[in-house]
């Protein structure tokens, strides 16, 4: 697939059922197999197998708090996340940009827009993540970009192979909060 040109004006909207298999192609595309590694978020060393499959994305498409956003270049898909409401605060996740276009400043633009989605829609005060704390480098980014490493790490879910299948077993999840304001 041609890659759209990184100065293409992004557009957002609200992800629907017809884009779940793009959306499942996108998200595996950055993180897992040989074409993840054409941009820096590939986890391909820590896991294997899939990020995500159709189900489960549909799943999320049809629970009534969460948001998934696509942004389209052109009128192609390019980067998507979720955001979810859980109360006082939003919860970010599914977040994939096109190996390709990786560097570009996609990534940042959808993470200020699922923030400013929060913020407005919701009324929320503050985005939460979690974020594999082997990962230094995309926990550097999450940083530079306001968010806390809170220290608080939680389990790796080993026994879910939905997640993909780790190849090594001192995997971990570390808490990042940011206030929105």
């Known amino acids: 697939m041609d890659s759209p040109s990184r100065t293409a004006r992004p557009t957002f909207r609200a992800a ?21 590694r054409a941009g820096w978020t590939t986890e391909a060393n820590l896991l294997s197998g899939q990020r995500t499959n159709t189900e489960s994305v549909t799943a999320e498409l ?8 696509v942004m389209e270049a052109g009128d192609e898909i390019v ?7 859980r109360g006082g605060y939003a919860y970010f996740g599914m977040f994939a940009v096109r190996p390709t276009l990786q560097g570009g400043g996609f990534g940042k633009t959808v ?14 005060g503050e ?13 550097a980014w999450y940083v530079r970009r306001g968010y806390t490493r809170t220290g608080e790490m939680i389990p790796f879910p080993y026994d879910d192979e939905s997640v993909g299948v780790p190849t090594r077993d001192d ?6 909060v940011k206030k929105l304001g």
């Open 171 to 176: 995997l971990e999840m570390e808490l990042l």
């Open 111 to 124: 993470l200020a827009e699922a923030e400013r989605f929060a913020r407005d829609a919701w009324g929320v």
């Open 16 to 36: 629907t059922v017809a884009d779940v298999p793009a959306l499942v192609l996108l998200v595996d595309s950055a993180y897992r197999g040989e074409s993840s």
């Open 79 to 85: 980067a998507c996340c979720q955001v979810e409401h």
């Open 127 to 139: 985005m939460r993540m979690t974020v594999i704390s082997a990962r230094e480098e995309l926990l």
């Open 62 to 69: 049809e629970k009534p708090e969460n948001h998934m956003i």
